[in-house]
């Protein structure tokens, strides 16, 4: 268990990265006045992108756990995800709970997040599920062996 939380866990601080990046490059493109936050602690912004890395790709560990309803698994992915990127940027003054335009569209771009994590999970469940029957199916195909 503990390979697979590392695993997530590495797997967030990657995407969080860079979607950083990504923001980054957005913000000077569109010439933003919140690439100054980046200036002005750069140090706080990385930080706060990496949390919100881990909130939205670190808790898709969660679908791991087979007791818990896929219901229950998407709203706890959905509110860990969407609750850590609206603290985190309150608590840096992203500016994101003040202005509407940009809520919406940071709640939509994290429900799409969301949601293309989802899609990576089901299609490797997928493709391990078939690996599973194609092994099935050799073995169910092979002769038993005669011990006259």
Known sequence: MIKQIWKYFTFAIGWGS???AINIVLMHLTNAD?????FDNPIAFVIGHLIIGVGFFGTAIIYEIER????LKLVIHVVVGI???LLVSSI????????STVLFFNIALS???IFVAWIVLYLRDKREVKEINKTLK????EKPLDTE
């Open 18 to 20: 860079f979607l950083m």
């Open 34 to 38: 919140g690439l100054q936050t980046f």
């Open 68 to 71: 818990i309803s896929f219901r």
């Open 83 to 85: 609750g850590l990127l």
């Open 92 to 99: 840096l003054d992203w500016g994101i709970i003040e202005n």
């Open 111 to 113: 429900i799409g997040i």
């Open 138 to 141: 050799n073995k169910n195909h």
